[in-house]
Structure formats: structure tokens, C-alpha cells
């Protein structure tokens, strides 16, 4: 029987700026690898269901050869829960949003993203919504680190 690869879910809020840029950098590293592992974004909020990224999200991956304008925001559902092995918040009140609807029993570990994050543990990635284009730069380098510490959880790094 061969072994299931990992499956990730990034979730914030309205799944239009964090999750993406976390998915996008993940994928990179995934793809850059040849991994084949299923890597996804949601919001626990689903108002932009259906949108693209922040076109603010889609510039800063992009600056780093990233694309990320072909994902399109969904909403959590509660068959999330089985399908990823590792479902990553974004901040603690997205965090109590997937304890919340979380089934009883369910298969994936739910966290913090930057608890994988030496150092980082307990912390939020800032929401850079309201703010200029230097808070999604902030959120890229949080998205990169995540990603490179998703890979060290799963033994990929390197």
C-alpha cells in the first residue's frame, strides 16, 4: 500500500491575502521538489468566495516568481478536516473558528502556522489587508518561512 502524501491547508480569514500567499510559496516548494503534495487555501470567513487573491498578495508573489492570480477563495467546510492531514491558521481567531466547526473526531492536526516556525511559536501572521504594500512583503516572508518549516515537518527539507 503506498504511503499517503501530506496534504495543507492554509486558512485566515477571507482567503485573500495570508492563506494564498502561504499556499502560493508552499506549492513553489513543493513543485520545486517534484512532491506531488496537495497544498490548498481557505477562509473560515467565505464573503470572497470565488475571488482572486489581492491583486496587493498576487504582486508581492509574483516579485518572488510565485503566481498565485489562478487561486480563487473558498470557504472551510467541514470535510477539511479529513481530507488535510495539517491545517495551518493563520492567527488565534481563525485558530478558535476551525476549533469550533471542527468534527469530533477528524484526522488533521490544526495549528497555528507559525508554531512550525523556530522561534515563532504562539505568534500570528499579521493581516496586511489594511495596511501598504509593506505588510504584504511582511506576510511573504512569514509565507516562505511557514513553507519551509511545513517542509522540515514532513522531513522534505533541504
Not at 504511503?3 to 508552499?26: H, K, Q, T
Request: proline residues 3%.
Amino acid at each position: 500500500m503506498a504511503e499517503r502524501l501530506p496534504a495543507i491547508v492554509f486558512v485566515c480569514l477571507g482567503n485573500i491575502c495570508r492563506s494564498p500567499l502561504a499556499d502560493g510559496a508552499l506549492r513553489h516548494e513543493v513543485a520545486r521538489r517534484g512532491l506531488g503534495w496537495t497544498v490548498d487555501s481557505a477562509g473560515t470567513g467565505g464573503w470572497h468566495a470565488g475571488d482572486a487573491p489581492d491583486k496587493r498578495a498576487i504582486a508581492v508573489a509574483a516579485r518572488h516568481c510565485v503566481d498565485i492570480a489562478g487561486l480563487r477563495a473558498r470557504q472551510v467546510r467541514v470535510d477539511d478536516f479529513t481530507r488535510f492531514d495539517l491545517i495551518l491558521a493563520m492567527d488565534h481567531d481563525n485558530l478558535a473558528g476551525l476549533h469550533a466547526i471542527a468534527p469530533r473526531a477528524h484526522r488533521a492536526d490544526v495549528r497555528l502556522a507559525l508554531d512550525l516556525v523556530e522561534g515563532r511559536q504562539g505568534q500570528a501572521v499579521a493581516d496586511p489587508y489594511y495596511g501598504d504594500a509593506r505588510g504584504f512583503d511582511a506576510t511573504w516572508a512569514d509565507a516562505q518561512a511557514i513553507a519551509h518549516a511545513v517542509l522540515r515537518h514532513f522531513g522534505a527539507a533541504g
